[in-house]
T-cell receptor, first 116, second 111 residues
Framework: DAGVIQSPRHEVTEMGQEVTLRCKPI?????LFWYRQTMMRGLELLIY????????DSGMPEDRFSAKMPNASFSTLKIQPSEPRDSAVYFC??????????????FGPGTRLTVT | QKEVEQNSGPLSVPEGAIASLNCTYS??????FFWYRQYSGKSPELIMF????GDKEDGRFTAQLNKASQYVSLLIRDSQPSDSATYLC???????????FGKGTKLTVNP
C-alpha cells in the first residue's frame, strides 16, 4: 500500500486566502484524523471521521476551519479565510478498527502551511 | 481536559547508552498507550504500544506502564545515532476513539 497521501506538501499563501488540504487514507482504513502540529502546542487533533462521518470536531479552532470526507478514499481540510496563526504542519492519519487497531494510526507526510 | 506530559528535553545520551523517556497522563480511565517517533521534518511513526501494567519489549525498545502512578516510559537500549528524534507519548482518551499526544521529548544520541 502507498500509505497515507497528502497534498500539497507545502503551501504558502497570503492572509485572507482560502486554503484546501487534501488527504487519501490507506485503503480499507475506516478512521481518518486531521492533526495540526506547532512548536508551541504540539500535535493537536482537529477532527476525525469514522466511515466518512465526522465524529468529533471539537478540536477545530474556529469556524474558519471545515473538513469533509465525501468518500472512503478522500478528505479535505479547508481554511477560509486563512490567517498567519494558522501556519503549521497539518497531518492526516488513518487507522483500521478491523485490522491493525483503532489507535495504531498511520500518518501522512504532512502539509507545511505558511500564511503571510 | 485530558493531558499528557513529557519532559521536552533535549535529552542527550552517548552511543551505546540507555535512553529513558518518560510520560505522565491525567486520565485514570485510559487503557492504551503508545510511543511514536518523529524524525525532524517527518511524520510521526508508531514504534511501541502497551496496554497492560508492566514491561513490553521489542528489540532494543522496552515500554513500561504503571497505571497506578499514571506513568509510561520508553527505554532504548544500546542507543544509536539513528535513534535521534523526537519521541511522542500518546494516550487513548479514556474510552474515546481519540489519542492525546504529549509535546514530545527530543533525543540526541552522540557518536
Amino acid at each position: 500500500d502507498a500509505g497515507v497521501i497528502q497534498s500539497p506538501r507545502h503551501e504558502v499563501t497570503e492572509m485572507g486566502q482560502e486554503v484546501t488540504l487534501r488527504c487519501k487514507p490507506i485503503s480499507g482504513h475506516d478512521y481518518l484524523f486531521w492533526y495540526r502540529q506547532t512548536m508551541m502546542r504540539g500535535l493537536e487533533l482537529l477532527i476525525y471521521f469514522n466511515n466518512n462521518v465526522p465524529i468529533d470536531d471539537s478540536g477545530m479552532p474556529e469556524d474558519r476551519f471545515s473538513a469533509k470526507m465525501p468518500n472512503a478514499s478522500f478528505s479535505t481540510l479547508k481554511i477560509q479565510p486563512s490567517e498567519p496563526r494558522d501556519s503549521a504542519v497539518y497531518f492526516c492519519a488513518s487507522s483500521s478498527s478491523r485490522t491493525s487497531g483503532l489507535y495504531e494510526q498511520y500518518f501522512g507526510p504532512g502539509t507545511r502551511l505558511t500564511v503571510t | 481536559q485530558k493531558e499528557v506530559e513529557q519532559n521536552s528535553g533535549p535529552l542527550s545520551v552517548p552511543e551505546g547508552a540507555i535512553a529513558s523517556l518518560n510520560c505522565t497522563y491525567s486520565d485514570r480511565g485510559s487503557q492504551s498507550f503508545f510511543w511514536y517517533r518523529q524524525y525532524s521534518g517527518k511524520s510521526p511513526e508508531l514504534i511501541m504500544f502497551i496496554y497492560s501494567n508492566g514491561d513490553k519489549e521489542d528489540g532494543r525498545f522496552t515500554a513500561q506502564l504503571n497505571k497506578a502512578s499514571q506513568y509510561v516510559s520508553l527505554l532504548i537500549r544500546d542507543s544509536q545515532p539513528s535513534d535521534s528524534a523526537t519521541y511522542l507519548c500518546a494516550v487513548e482518551g479514556g474510552g474515546s476513539e481519540k489519542l492525546v499526544f504529549g509535546k514530545g521529548t527530543k533525543l540526541t544520541v552522540n557518536p
